[in-house]
């Protein structure tokens, strides 16, 4: 719990203007947006397999909710809609659909989180100079102000605020501060996170500036409903009007809210497994009867449709969160703020969680990332600029298809068989001895069965893996082995790996073994 609490406060400030945001984009009623927020964390939070995922509003249903709620008649109507495609996702997790996250290859993953984490910076830059004409959580390159993610910065450098610049770049420098330097001083700076410090200060400038010309506006700061008394904080309720739930088109949104939410939570899983420094396995069929039963709640108390989130989830780990607490505690503190301190909320500047954003977002577009996925080859490099491509320029959804299109594509061209391997298990002298013969050709496509097979196995198991007929290995079958070696150790696992090159017993890095193998055509 000690570094869950923390990473649930950086959590809680990063969803805060996106839950708002998102609602606002999405033409529903600001409060729910707050309501999904909640729901993902301590509903969905509690019943997730995830560790470290965080699920709330996404600004990927953003447009459907938007068309929805005019096309069937009103918010009451489009409830039914989200209530009704909780369940379906339930039927989803039920018929065990969540395989298909296991199919999206690794560069297109890796494109997912690094254009995300540059579609971060760029969105919030207008925000950070005090140009707040975009909402938070509009992540299309088509904004909903009339103008796009670039005419939009020009137009923001154009317009500075200067009390709002001035904060962003003191809260920027204090992030940074707090991650380079004072969290290595002492374990107090590793308790109290720097995105606090820094939105408390946000907050001191605001109250300390007002009458003078470094004045923040009310429309540069966080906007949350202030209810009057107890009666005005329950009308911002709104429930379902069941008297529509036999239309077709309330049925064909509910489909198209499970379909995309499914989707979407689907490659969360995948990219929030890769960033776990533990490596942890979500179990994708238990993720999606978690999210259909928060959709199913949300939708019955007035809430939007919930997703897990990349944005949150890359925020909670990268601020140290272990276990699913971080996710349901920043659940809480969305609820108690909402209902004690709005007025308070209400002075944070948006353009101090801007600086915030960027260092969430610069820490998934690093540098290095590029540079290692060049290093991969072709095969792994064009999915992935494809895939940042089509999310900077389009919106996340169309930038993960291209990107998976351009992938399977490059498979098929390299690939003229299935891929398959053989499973033989035999018992000699006491111990458990597993020999896995990978085939000749063996793709992402394999991910699921090799991942299935290599967790079964028990612990104090002699594995034997040969791969001397494999003539091609996709790099996302190399990091399954790498990530597996570390559970290796702690099962008590060891592994002969035999291949042209002769015999090695547990092999440092995968990667590096399958870099220096020599290529054959």
Known sequence: MKNDLPASIVVFFVALPLCLGIALASGAPLFSGLIAGIVGGIVVGAMSGSQIGVSGPAAGLAAIVLTSIGALGGFENFLVAVVLGGAIQIVFGILKAGIIGYYFPSSVIKGMLTGIGIIIILKQIPHFFGYDSATEGDFAFFQTDGENTFSGIISALKSISLGSTLVAVVGLGILILWDKVLVKKAKVFQLVQGPLVAVVIGIVFFVMSKGSSLEISEEHLVSVPIPGDVSSFLGQFSFPNFGVIFSPDVWITAFTIALVASLETLLCV??????????????????????????????????????????RS??????GGKTKMSAIVHGFFLLISVILIPRLLNMIPLSVLAAVLFVVGYKLAKPSTFKAMWASGRKQFVPFMVTILGIVFIDLLYG?????????????FKSYKNSHFLHI???SNGVHKVNMTLAEEVTFFNKGAILKELDRLPEDTYLTLDVRNTRYLDNDIIEILEDFSEKAKNRNIDIKLISERGEIENPDSYIEFFRLRPKTT
Do not use: C, H, Y
């Not at 999606?288 to 007035?302: C, R, V």
């Not at 890359?314 to 601020?319: E, F, K, L, P, V």
């Not at 351009?406 to 498979?411: D, E, L, Q, S």
């Open 270 to 311: 995948e990219a929030t497994d890769k960033l776990d420094p533990e490596k942890r396995v979500t179990p994708t069929n238990r993720e999606l009867l978690a999210q259909g039963t928060g959709n199913m709640i949300s939708g019955f108390i007035g809430g939007l449709p919930i997703t897990q989130v990349i944005v």
């Open 314 to 319: 890359s925020a909670n780990i990268q601020s």
């Open 400 to 412: 993960i298809g291209l990107g998976l299109l351009v992938g399977i594509v490059v498979i098929l």
């Open 425 to 427: 298990e035999d018992v």
